[in-house]
Each structure stands twice: as C-alpha cells, then as structure tokens.
C-alpha cells in the first residue's frame, strides 16, 4: 500500500483548482479538476545510497552516503537514520546519522572478514534501504593458534595426529580425537585427557554430538561408528562385520531427527544410520576419478547433505593413480527419513585432498582443501567458502606449513563467531609436531548443523 503522503498546496494551485473545477462538457462537476490533483501526487519519500561498489575489501572501512528525500522531492536535512549490520559480520561506526543540508549523512562500514555477501539495512521513520555489497579476500590470511597442544599431547606420551573436533553440549570444552582417544580443551586451550570406557576407540577421525548429549566417532583405526555416551562409555553401532563392512570411517554428521551420516573413504560410500545402527541409505563414489568420501555437512535448510571426497591412493592402496587431483564437493539431496537423492557435482577435481566441511548461520559453506605436489608433498592447505547464495569457491585462508582438516564453531565462552579448525599431522607432507588446532575470526556465528 502507497505511504500516506502530503503536500502543500499553495494559493495559486487553490485558484487554479477553482478556475477548473466547474461543470465539464459531460455535466460531471471537477472531473478535470481531481484528474489534475491525481497527476500532480508528490513521490513518496526515498533513501538512496550513492556511489557503493559492488564489491569491496573485507575488513577494510568504506564511506556509505545516503541522501533522504522528503515527500515534497527534496533533499531532507536533519533526518536521523539508523543503520545495521544485517548480513556478512561487518559492523558500523554508528547507529545513527543526521542529514546535512543537501540531505545527505554518512556511515563509516566495515565489511567482515569473510569473503562472502555482506548487508547494511539503512531506515529513516518508516522508509527503508539496503546497502549490499561482496567482500574479498586479495590477500588469504592465516589462522592463529589455539593452545599448545602438541606440547600436551608430547607430555601425555600421545603420538600420532589430531584430526576433528567438537563442542561438549555444555560448550565448556573443545574435546579432539587421538590415536587411543579423546582430549579436551578449555576455553584458555588447556589440555586434559577423557577416561574412556567400554569398547576400545582407535582413532576418531570423526566427532559429532547429537541432542541428547552423546558424541559419535568415526573411528577409523578401528573400522568402526561408535558411541559416547555422558560417562565416556564407548559403544559399537556399526564396524567391519556389519554389511556394508566398515573400512576407513572419516567423518561424520548428526542430521535431522537425529540420523547419523558417516563418509568412509575407502569403502568409498556415504552412508545415513539410524541411531540404533540400521542402515537407512548410502551413496558410492568412484574413488579413481572421484575419490573417497571424506566430509560431510548438513545443509541448514535440512533438505540436503553436502560431502567432500578426496584421493585415496596412499590411504587405502586401491589402485588409484596418487597423483590425481579428483578430490571435490557434491551435494545430496536428502529428505526426513534420511534417505539420499539426486546428486550434484559442485566443484569436482576440485584437490588432491578435500576435507572437512561446516556451515555458518547464514548459509555460507566453509570447506578446507589440501593440495599436493606429486600427490605427497603439501603445497597448500586451504579455507574456502561457497557463499549461501551459490557461485564458486572463494579463498579465505592458506597455510603452507599446516594441514587444515575440519572446523566448528566456537559456543559462547570461545566465540561464536569464531571457527576452530583442526590440523592433521600427514607424514611427509608436513611436520609431526604440526597438530593441534587453530583458529579465525568469521565474523558470523556457526548454524545448527554447524555445530
């Protein structure tokens, strides 16, 4: 419905009025009068913002500059607009700004440091405008560390890599899977081991808690889905006797209704469990050209699985030509049983190694590769990000000296807006010494598959 508008009409357009308004030819007394007064209706009220690109710096402050317009069309001075950050993690210098005499007033924007769509709702009484722009990333950061934890884990005489990472319900600790176990970390990174009981776990590759607290473990030493419960009692769901028979679990991803998606890599399969260890369905992957499954992340709408593959040679001796770049990202159809439907390939051959894979609260996937020099040597290790709205992968972060396997988001006491990646130790790609974990700022929090 149009704004309810008003304008002054002077003394000349009375008489004017007057002069018209007698009968018409047609006998119908001001016809010509309110056509006049109807063609004469004065603009609604407008914002406008002048000159913003189309895509700037992340991080990097830029000048907004609005101009209001009144109802009469011209430039409104003293009017007080709001603006807010509504999409992408930036911020705003202020909350309100005050038109000058041409009308106009101006924010000081900062776009947030990942490079994805970001939005700055501006609003004047009840007139609105939105300021919308990508940011990029000329330059990939790196991330910082969390903690020491290759020193805790050298003093508890654990050897071997880290791989994946989740949150305890509680969001007190940061709890690691490692060679025989599990370790925890607080919020100022200090490490302690968790007492373990039950079936033996060899090495979760893959962590998830569901929403009645217990944690599930790919394990991939031990060729099996395994699960946690609140007194650290550890169960088996499924392993190599079961059918498929487990070989390599990976990762792994708590869905909808609780069902539990694990990636196996060398069994080269997706698989979507129930709870109680039923087999609800599975997707292959040809390893040769396609690789292994290995992440896997919800969508938020629910409706959809994304999963990552990467090269398999070396890992699972399948023949597979080590030095093939066939590690992507493919998307699922998934539906409330949990069964898995038409496939799309986003981004295949995309690395040697594709990694782990977590969304943020708005839509944004965030996914690590690992590429390599002769199918071995670790060139780069990467972060990139597929905006919500679609298009290609965007860098974000890079190391050359780390390998970046999986990520979360951080609870309140660590940072909700900050994304803790764990580093996997490859022999002879990088140093043993380089596990543990690290950490950046998104400036977005973390969604409910995220998590």
């Known amino acids: ?23 018409s030819a047609g006998g119908d007394p001001g016809t010509d009068a309110v056509d006049a007064v ?7 009220a407008s914002l406008t913002i002048e000159g913003l690109p189309a895509t700037a710096p992340a991080t990097v402050p ?13 430039p409104a001075q003293g009017a007080v607009l709001a603006a807010a950050v509504t999409r992408g993690g930036g911020r705003v210098s202020s909350a309100t700004a005050t038109t000058g005499a041409d009308g106009r007033a101006t924010f000081t924007w900062t776009p947030g440091p990942a490079p994805v769509l970001q939005r700055l709702e501006l609003t004047w009484n009840d007139v609105a405008a939105t300021a919308s722009l990508d940011a990029t990333v000329a330059t990939p950061g790196a ?13 508890n005489g654990i050897s071997g890599s880290t791989e994946d990472l989740a949150f305890t319900p509680d969001g007190t600790h940061l709890v690691l899977g490692v060679p025989g176990g599990l370790v925890q970390l607080d919020k100022d990174g200090n490490g302690a081991t968790i007492a373990l009981t039950g079936d033996p776990l060899g090495w979760a590759l893959g962590l998830a808690y569901d929403a ?18 609140a007194t650290g009692n550890v169960t088996t769901i499924a392993d190599a006797t079961a059918e498929p028979a487990l070989k390599y679990p990976n990762d792994l991803a708590v869905g909808p209704g609780g069902l539990i998606i694990l990636a196996d890599s060398c069994l080269g399969k997706v698989l979507v469990y129930k709870p109680d260890g039923t087999l609800v369905s599975e997707k292959a992957f040809d390893p040769a050209t396609e690789g292994g499954a290995n992440g896997v992340a919800v969508d938020p709408a629910g409706d959809a699985l994304w999963v990552t593959t990467e090269n398999t040679a070396l890992l699972c001796a399948n023949g597979t030509d080590f030095e ?5 990202l493919y998307r699922f159809a998934l539906d409330a049983e949990g069964h898995l439907g038409d496939r799309t390939d986003v981004a295949p051959g995309l690395a040697n190694f594709v990694d782990g894979a977590t969304f943020d609260a708005e839509g944004n996937l965030y996914v690590m590769v690992d590429r390599a020099a002769d199918g071995i040597l670790l060139t780069e290790s990467a972060l990139l990000v597929r905006p919500a709205e679609g298009g290609d992968l965007r860098r974000f972060l890079v190391t050359t000296d780390k390998a970046m396997a999986n990520a979360v988001f951080g609870p309140a006491a660590f940072g909700t807006q900050t994304m803790y990646l764990a580093l996997i130790a490859i022999p002879l790609a990088v140093a043993p010494e380089a596990r543990g974990v690290v950490k950046v700022d998104v400036g977005i929090a973390g969604g409910e598959w995220g998590q």
Do not use: H, Q, Y
């Open 38 to 44: 109807e063609a004469a209706e004065v603009v609604e």
């Open 1 to 23: 419905m149009r704004r309810t508008m008003t304008a002054a009409i002077t003394g000349l357009g009375l008489a004017l009025l007057a002069a018209c308004g007698t009968t």
């Open 62 to 74: 830029l000048n907004v500059t609005v101009l209001a317009k009144g109802t009469d069309g011209f």
């Open 212 to 229: 009645d607290g217990v944690l599930w473990a790919a394990d991939a030493n031990g060729k099996a889905l395994r699960r946690i419960d």
């Open 143 to 155: 991330p910082t560390a969390f903690g020491d934890v290759d020193a805790f884990l050298s003093a």
């Open 324 to 328: 093939a770049v066939n590690g992507g």
